[in-house]
C-alpha cells in the first residue's frame, strides 16, 4: 500500500452552500500523472481512487491522495498449514 498526493489538483470549499467543493485542475500535470497509472487502473478495473481530505492545521483547506493496492494472492488453509493432516480434525 503506498500513499501519494495529487499534486496538480486542488480542491476549495465552495462559494454557495449547494457547492461542496470546486476543484482547481492543472491538466497537463494530470493527464501526466493518469498516463503513469494506467497500467495500474487497468488492474483496478479501469479505476484510480481518490480521497478528498482536510487539513488539521485549517479546515478550509483540502487536498487529494490516492492509494496503490496491491492484491496479494489468496492463501489456502493447507498453504497456511502444510504440516496439518485432514484426519486429526475432532469433528
Do not use: C
Request: proline residues 4%; hydrophobic residues 35%.
Amino acid at each position: 500500500m503506498e500513499n501519494h498526493f495529487v499534486d496538480s489538483i486542488f480542491a476549495k470549499n465552495g462559494k454557495k452552500d449547494f457547492i461542496v467543493a470546486e476543484l482547481a485542475i492543472d491538466v497537463e500535470r494530470t493527464i501526466e500523472m493518469l498516463n503513469g497509472l494506467r497500467d495500474y487502473a487497468k488492474k483496478n478495473k479501469g479505476f484510480l481512487n481518490v480521497s478528498m481530505l482536510k487539513s488539521k492545521k485549517d479546515p478550509e483547506k483540502y487536498y487529494l491522495k490516492y492509494v496503490l493496492w496491491e492484491q496479494k494472492p489468496e492463501v489456502t488453509a493447507k498453504q497456511q498449514m502444510p504440516d496439518r493432516e485432514d484426519d486429526d480434525l475432532p469433528f
